[in-house]
């Protein structure tokens, strides 16, 4: 057997791909794993962005590990100091002599004969071919294309005089103090960059074409900062997580049973730190909260920002990009040196790769997702996809102390191959994601379907799938178990060779 053959072939080393080695380390040490990185370091979207002011859109109490205690005071954490968080968690649990970075899979191919998957990885430097294979693959690659963000076509673009730049590409040497910026957007890369940019120096306007909803939390937890005087950080981490869960759980709750109710309080919050005189139809959005996603922002840098007038926002249409900046649909013209399209994520499954299961493709569109981490019909394969209404690691923590679950079962019971079966026809035409944000309603026909019933239905409740991921029995008729061996306990390597 190759020196490239693994229990367990992780696939990305952000975030989920680092958190899901150290499960597999906490819950099952005699598993062997390795992680495929396409880039050169650990971090995934944290190594990735590069723009000014980039930083957490979640509270670190919930998007730092469950295992690992988030120990500095900022509650939206700035992207190089989690990236160092991933980087230090991975040293302490040795996963980074695991790691093989600069290989990009290019394809993955489970074999029922082999009871195993073939994943091919490229090296894109030196073209070099190379092939992992594994009992068991984790994608751990996140939600969208590393490659290209997405951007609308501007009619006009070639007029535009200055640089036009996407902060997914953000170039390291430009200037942009004492100069005209217009930010395209009003999410959460948006509403980051505006404050950061303002404060460093430039003249920056927020050209959205709709208002969303933007909520001010503190830049840090003072109970969080008061307990650590007296109590051990893991229980100061583990309060402030279960706070914020709660939190977090019960403003969802109410945006969905009282959308008026808090679309008021978000408003009346908004207005108090703009001023009175400031024009809030800016910042009033025509759906209801949590239809999609709401955004945070610390200390309300950005209502500071707009309040002293050091940035400004302009709610309107594009017509076309001039010589000079920006025509809109009322007339107005915007100045520009530099134009910011802050216009969102191309979402992609599973990196991009091309599954096959004995050469046949898979399409993650005629797919249900099972329990939230695995995929119909596919053997032995699970996936991280976190949160939409909370914070990712939430579920990513989740997902993998359930496979951790699902390995050490296999390996008691002897089984080799796992499959999630639907029986009972669930499939809908709803994507497993519910939500009316366009990244997510543009990737529609890429996304696994919602099933109609449990274990097929993705709920976005960490309250509902913490007890039926971390307590809830593993053989539930949906799952699938091949090749066991009878009465005996062997483990899942051990079998494959015979021994």
């Known amino acids: 057997m190759s020196n490239n053959h693994v229990d367990v072939l992780i696939i990305g080393a952000g975030l989920s791909g680092i958190g899901a080695a150290c499960h597999l380390t906490r819950k099952s040490p005699n598993r062997s794993y390795a992680i495929i990185e396409r880039r050169d370091r650990i971090g995934g979207t944290w190594d990735l962005f590069k723009y000014p002011g980039i930083r957490s859109d979640s509270d670190m109490f919930t998007l730092g590990y469950s295992f690992r205690p988030w120990t500095e005071p900022k509650v939206l954490a700035d992207g190089p100091s989690i990236r160092q968080y991933v980087e230090d968690t991975a040293k302490d649990y040795d996963v980074t002599r695991h790691i093989r ?176 005189d400031f024009d809030m139809t800016h910042f009033r959005p025509s ?120 390995l050490n079962h296999m390996e008691k019971t002897g089984a080799t191959t796992v499959i999630p079966r639907d029986r009972e026809d669930c499939s809908t035409d709803e994507n497993f994601l519910g939500m009316q944000s366009g990244y997510i309603q543009r990737a529609h026909d890429e996304l696994p379907k919602q099933g109609s019933r449990q274990p097929w239905q993705v709920v976005q409740n960490y309250m509902y799938d913490l007890p039926r991921l971390r307590f809830g029995g593993i053989e539930d008729g949906v799952l699938e178990f091949d090749n066991r061996k009878a009465g005996k306990k062997k483990g899942l390597v051990a079998s494959l060779l015979g021994a």
């Open 101 to 276: 970075f600069g290989r990009k899979v290019v394809k993955a191919n489970w074999s029922s004969e082999d009871s195993q998957w073939s994943v091919e990885t490229t090296n894109e430097k030196t073209g070099e071919k190379e092939t992992f294979t594994s009992n068991f693959l984790f994608s751990c690659t996140g939600y969208y294309n590393y490659d290209q963000g997405f951007r609308p076509d501007f009619p006009g673009e070639e007029d535009f005089k200055g640089q036009i730049v996407h902060p997914q590409h953000w170039p390291e040497d430009l200037q942009y103090q004492g100069k005209k910026v217009v930010v395209i957007g009003s999410g959460a890369t948006a509403v980051t960059l505006v404050p950061a940019m303002a404060k460093n120096g430039a003249d920056v306007t927020m050209l959205q074409r709709s208002p969303t909803y933007v909520a001010t939390v503190p830049e840090v937890d003072p109970i969080s900062v008061g307990m650590r005087r007296f109590l051990p950080e893991m229980a100061v981490y583990r309060f402030a997580r279960a706070r914020n869960i709660g939190i977090q759980r019960l403003v969802f709750k109410l945006s969905k049973q009282r959308p008026k109710l808090v679309r008021r309080a978000l408003l009346a919050a908004a207005r108090r730190q703009l001023g009175d």
């Open 287 to 406: 759906y209801n909260p949590w239809d999609e996603r709401l955004c945070a922002v610390p200390n309300g840098d950005l209502f500071k920002s707009l309040r002293k007038g050091e940035s400004k926002v302009v709610t309107d249409h594009i017509e076309r990009f001039t010589e000079n900046g920006i025509l809109l649909k009322s007339g107005q013209e915007l100045e520009a040196d530099i134009i910011i399209t802050a216009t969102g994520l191309n979402i992609q499954m599973l990196g991009g790769v091309q599954g096959t299961v004995d050469g046949k493709p898979v399409n993650p569109n005629d797919t249900m997702v099972y329990k939230g981490a695995m995929l119909k019909d596919v053997p032995n394969m699970a996936l991280v996809f976190g949160y939409t209404n909370s914070s990712w690691t939430l579920k990513a923590d989740l997902v993998c102390e359930y496979v951790c679950r699902l």
